[in-house]
């Protein structure tokens, strides 16, 4: 569990991220419509893990090479806007949990489970 101090810094992180994703010029990171869903920064602020959740996404490999080449200037805007001493170094890694729960969505739908119209399962009274 993360102290109140570094929740408040991840917050700030991920706040300022999603509005700086969107202003990088590079066709590679503008694929699609990216979320950031979370952001992890270690206790000494050195490292920082950025989630990322992409609708309409064409290619991982190319988005990933496009971030790591934007990551000098996201983390020189980031430092401007979020107040630190030392800003940490970005860690992207794409964040398939939305993608997960629309399989699952998609599995469950697709059983043939007939729908209960008695009321079986209580006590006898």
Do not use: W
């Not at 950031?36 to 991982?60: A, M, R």
């Amino acid at each position: 569990m993360a102290s109140n101090k570094l929740q408040r810094i991840n917050e700030d992180i991920q706040y300022a991220l999603s509005e700086l994703v969107r202003s990088v010029k590079d066709p590679r990171v503008q694929q699609g419509m990216i979320s950031i869903t979370g952001v992890d920064t270690t206790g000494d602020l050195k490292y920082c893990k950025v989630y990322l959740s992409v609708l309409g996404l064409q290619s991982e490999k190319e988005l990933m090479k496009g971030l790591k080449s934007a990551s000098g200037y996201l983390r020189r805007e980031l430092g401007q806007r979020v107040k630190l001493r030392n800003v940490p170094e970005l860690i992207f890694q794409l964040d398939r949990s939305i993608e997960y729960g629309a399989h699952i969505n998609e599995i469950l739908n697709k059983l043939d489970i007939p729908e209960d119209t008695e009321d079986d399962g209580g006590i006898d009274g």
